[in-house]
């Protein structure tokens, strides 16, 4: 009836109501501050990248120590180089890949140091020359005077670079820096042609077997030197050691001395790194991408609007958003190909593989956060889970790059499906999933992938306090470091796993692991265990009184909802019969209006009354009509 009502005012031709111009789109991204979490002990970047993307191009300005996790630190003064892959937030360090450094003419083939920048190719730079919004990076190099600006796509970068007109331009490609100086037995770099590279990067770090593949093209042709570390490989067109390097020499540097790189990266080999930037950045529009890169934030922290006059608030709220969508990382190349957890490369279009799967430091918050905001994601997040359980025979602990490094305690892949499962977002194999949680939970270290490290298998994936938890109730502090911890965190789980067999009708395994879970008791005396319980009992009466006040409010917000509707509904058509009564008077008019000279009704004696007899019968008419009809 509303939307019939609407309609008939809108026929009416009455211009009693007019239409609001939309709100133009939000720019959520300008209340990011993407240097928020660079010091301190944030272990952020302030490079370009996407919501969960695979490429994260940002800025390096030490290597080495704590504060090096992300590659960049804000009280740092010079800058090294860029890379195309970074961890957020973590507190280990790893990637830092594909080092990108623009030059002003020759320059030593190490980075130098922090103290002493012109030992290398560093450049200083100031926060007064340097911005960056979600998806955009832009610096000024000042030992040389290079303008360096990055974007990105999900599975490429690109760069651009503004040099001093007429200056001897070349760009320093260095695969030798890794985060934390993980060793790298394999690099490579090669000669496509004079506006091509490719190459990759083999890693033993945090990561035990990482694998990086790129191929980088630029807008300018170049003339090019190979090196092994800063030896000089003459005549080679390709180079594979473990310090592979390059340097380019643009020729005929453009009048603007722009010079672009767009660079395609992929875990699996580089024929994927190729299809990747092919299939991502086609051209050379670099605004073009930076602005899919806004639009892309705009859609992902978008997901939830604040209202407050409190910018710095705002700014603080969509910061912390914006990191939360930076990882887990995309992990699948375009033509559906991803590595496996047994370094095995597969393709599958139907699915989509994700690797930084921190867990222990995102099943508190994040991926509930993900059930709210972003569910189909989330989803995702589970399915890339149980694949990696069928590939590696367990569910991962902290995912890195297809390698499992044991990191943290607990199983707390099992919260992030139990979450999603209680919330009815089950698009994952759910029976899979109840078997991948249960493996977890118990103490077996058999038919594991052979390509996982031993000792972060029996040392950490599968620690032998499991095995204690299950069978003593708790976990001997002689025998196990963090045996509290530890034993807190199982029972946890283990609640968690009897929650989805409650939900799925199995008893037996519902009343086994409650019990499970109840051996946190062991870590308290019963006087304070009591207490505990007491304070706990009281807790679930609060629940029960806040929901049941929670069911009450929704009531009343239903009725007076309903209310509202009704009255406006009401209104809505009292206007619609006013429309209707005076349309036809409003053609009437309408004619008469026009004063044609021959209408006799103007030069009748009694044409004037009798128009408005003609217009009060056709308002009687009408109204006779809709009271007929019940419409009034």
């Not at 949680?437 to 992938?449: N, P």
Request: charged share 20%; with cysteine; aromatic share 12%.
């Amino acid at each position: 009836m509303k939307n019939k009502l609407c309609m008939l005012l809108l026929a009416s031709g009455i211009g009693l109501f007019s239409c609001a111009e939309q709100d133009l789109p939000k720019e959520y991204t300008d209340s990011v501050n993407v240097f928020i979490g660079t010091g301190g002990h944030g272990h952020t970047f302030p490079g370009a990248t996407l919501p969960h993307g695979m490429v994260q191009l940002s800025p390096d300005t030490r290597l080495f120590g704590w504060d090096a996790c992300s590659g960049y630190y804000y009280d740092d003064t010079s800058i090294m180089g860029f890379t195309h892959t970074h961890l957020s937030g973590t507190g280990i360090g790893d990637y830092g890949d594909i080092l990108f450094m623009p030059v002003v003419g020759e320059k030593p083939l190490i980075a130098g140091t922090a103290e002493n920048p012109d030992e290398g190719y560093r450049s200083r730079f100031s926060h007064e020359q340097e911005s960056a919004r979600p998806g955009y990076y832009q610096v000024l190099l000042q030992d040389d005077s290079i303008n360096v600006e990055l974007t990105a796509t999900l599975r490429a970068g690109l760069h651009r670079y503004t040099y001093p007109k007429a200056s001897d331009a070349r760009l320093i490609v260095d695969m030798e820096p890794t985060i934390h100086g993980h060793q790298h037995p394999v690099t490579q770099i090669r000669v496509v042609n004079d506006s091509t590279i490719a190459g990759m990067k083999y890693t033993v770090g945090w990561a035990k077997r990482h694998y990086v593949y790129f191929y980088a093209v630029f807008s300018s042709p170049f003339d090019y030197k190979l090196y092994s570390g800063t030896e000089y490989q003459p005549d080679s067109t390709s180079v594979t050691v473990n310090t592979a390097k390059a340097v380019m020499s643009f020729r005929n540097l453009p009048a603007d001395g722009r010079v672009l790189a767009k660079v395609g990266i992929s875990s699996v080999d580089e024929e994927g790194a190729r299809l990747n930037v092919e299939a991502e950045i086609p051209n050379w529009d670099f605004e073009g991408v930076m602005k899919q890169a806004n639009t892309a934030w705009n859609e992902a922290l978008g997901k939830i609007d604040i209202e407050t006059s409190d910018n710095d608030s705002r700014t603080v709220f969509y910061t912390s958003l914006y990191h939360a969508f930076i990882q887990p990382s995309l992990a699948s190349d375009v033509d559906g190909r991803y590595r496996t957890m047994g370094h095995e490369i597969k393709q599958d279009v139907s699915y989509t593989n994700y690797t930084v799967f921190s867990l222990w430091d995102t099943f508190r918050a994040a991926h509930p956060l993900y059930t709210i905001v972003t569910p189909e994601q989330n989803q995702a997040f589970i399915r890339s889970l149980l694949r990696k359980y069928d590939e590696g025979g367990i569910l991962p602990k902290w995912e890195l790059a297809s390698n499992e490094t044991g990191t943290m305690i607990g199983y707390h892949a099992v919260s992030v499906i139990a979450d999603a499962m209680m919330k009815k977002q089950c698009d994952f194999d759910v029976k899979k999933a109840l078997e991948a949680c249960i493996r977890s939970s118990v103490y077996d270290t058999t038919g594991v992938t052979p390509m996982m490290d031993r000792q972060i298998l029996n040392g950490k994936l599968m620690p032998v306090s499991i095995k204690y938890k299950n069978e003593l109730g708790y976990i001997p502090c002689d025998k196990v470091g963090g045996s509290v911890s530890q034993g807190l965190e199982f029972a946890y789980n283990d609640w968690l796993i009897a929650q989805m067999m409650k939900e799925h009708n199995r008893k037996d395994l519902y009343d086994k692991y409650m019990e499970l879970s109840k051996n946190y008791r062991n870590y308290f005396d019963p006087e304070r265990l009591q207490l505990l319980q007491l304070i706990g009992d009281r807790a679930c009466r609060l629940q029960q009184v806040a929901q049941q006040s929670i069911d009450y409010c929704q009531t009343l917000r239903d009725f007076e909802q309903a209310q509202s509707d009704h009255k406006q509904n009401k209104t809505m058509q009292l206007m619609t019969v006013l429309t209707s009564v005076f349309f036809p008077l409003t053609v009437i008019t309408g004619w008469y209006g026009m004063n044609f000279s021959h209408m006799p009704e103007l030069d009748a004696r009694f044409g004037y009354p009798l128009i408005i007899a003609i217009s009060l019968g056709v308002i009687a008419i009408e109204f006779w009509i809709l009271k007929k009809r019940k419409i009034i």
